[in-house]
């Protein structure tokens, strides 16, 4: 059996309580947060301003709090992807940050996994996750309150 892939989920909430998400490029209508891997000998946290920098361009963050518990994931057997053929899905660690005084997202420093950037509400989000992640989404929020 495949093992899980331990990653990291950014819920970066604003003054309005909005999270900020990311339009896939590859999946245009899909919504996310930033998430990404945790690479070898790296912490969560860590791995969480080293994702933030790559996917949005920023990774100067305040984290407010982190989950618990890892929320983990199949990978739909439908996936035809790289990290389906290692992983059997992924294991996360949710935290709840906000950016720092003066700080925001650039998509222009970003890998290019966003093609746009937008603040929604958590319903709004579950609305326009892939189902197969709607579930973690669920958890991931309640464990962060």
């Keep these: 059996m495949k093992a899980y892939r331990n990653c990291v989920v950014a819920a970066i909430v604003n003054d309005e309580g909005l999270f900020l998400a990311g339009e896939r490029s590859d999946k245009p209508g899909v919504w996310q947060l930033p998430q990404g891997g945790v690479e070898d000998g790296e912490s969560d946290q860590d791995?969480?301003?080293r994702e933030l920098q790559e996917e949005i361009g920023c990774?100067?963050?305040e984290v407010l709090k982190v989950a618990k518990n890892r929320i983990s994931y199949d990978f739909p057997p439908s996936l035809k992807a790289p990290i389906a053929d290692k992983y059997s899905g992924q294991s996360q660690r949710w935290f709840l940050v906000r950016?720092?005084?003066g700080q925001q997202a650039d998509l222009s420093q970003?890998?290019?996994e966003f093609s746009d950037l937008d603040w929604k509400s958590s319903?709004?989000?579950l609305e326009n996750v892939v189902d197969w992640k709607k579930d973690a989404y669920v958890k991931g929020f309640a464990e962060l309150g």
């Design 47 to 49: 791995a969480l301003v």
């Design 59 to 61: 990774g100067e963050v």
């Design 99 to 101: 950016f720092k005084p």
């Design 110 to 112: 970003g890998d290019g």
């Design 123 to 125: 319903a709004e989000l």
